[in-house]
């Protein structure tokens, strides 16, 4: 049997480059062996002590995908919030457009559409910001988001923040891209694979 890796990612669902990344991981699964993990981050945990706002986001709109997102893992586990995710993002695939509706995206995930009530409320902070913690820490807090683990068989596990892509490779591109992120991530001290957006 070949090594049988494992790619934990932490998404901040509101995030066009972390749905990339999720995405070109879900295309990796399908051409080398080994399997995706989604956990939830969020932006606003991460920029919530910074004097600037980033995001843009006064209203603290971002929260809400966010503890959905914590909702739906804590109650249904990883893969259902991998289905939500893509749910969440069939829509701006097809029209350019941000993320799609909650409730809509829930219902495409085979989730209740009810879960989108908690984006409105605190109740599922704690497991947010635990999550979000968690993924953070594998950096040391110095991040953003994507954070992606990978573990092997006979290796420890190894963090990065990203990759962060233009474009999700399809097929054995995909999968050449995983091939070198394992191979950097071996590279003791070796925690980033980001840069600016290249157009196109």
């Known amino acids: ?9 932490w998404i901040d669902p509101s995030c066009p480059y972390t749905w990339t990344t999720s995405d070109w991981l879900t295309e990796v699964a399908q051409v080398r062996p080994g399997a995706v993990r989604w956990h939830a981050m969020s932006l606003s945990i991460l920029n919530e002590d910074r004097d600037d706002d980033p995001e843009g986001d006064p209203d603290g709109y971002l929260w809400i995908p966010a503890r959905i997102c914590a909702a739906v893992a804590e109650h249904h586990g990883h893969e259902a919030l991998g289905r939500f995710h893509a749910a969440l993002w069939a829509r701006a695939e ?7 509706d909650l409730e809509a995206a829930l219902t495409r995930a085979g989730l209740p559409r009810a879960l989108a009530a908690v984006g409105h409320t605190d109740d599922y902070d704690d497991v947010l910001r635990a999550s979000h913690t968690e993924g953070v820490g594998l950096l040391g807090g110095q991040t953003g988001t994507p954070v992606v683990a990978i573990t092997g068989p006979g290796a ?20 050449r891209l995983w091939d070198g992120l394992v191979l950097v991530t071996g590279v003791p001290g070796f925690h980033s694979v980001t840069g600016p957006p290249l157009a196109g």
């Open 1 to 9: 049997m070949p090594p049988v890796w494992t790619a934990d990612i």
């Open 156 to 175: 420890p596990r190894r963090a990065v923040f990203g990759p962060v892509l233009s474009r999700v490779p399809r097929g054995e591109e995909a999968g």
């Open 94 to 100: 097809s029209t350019d457009d941000w993320i799609g």
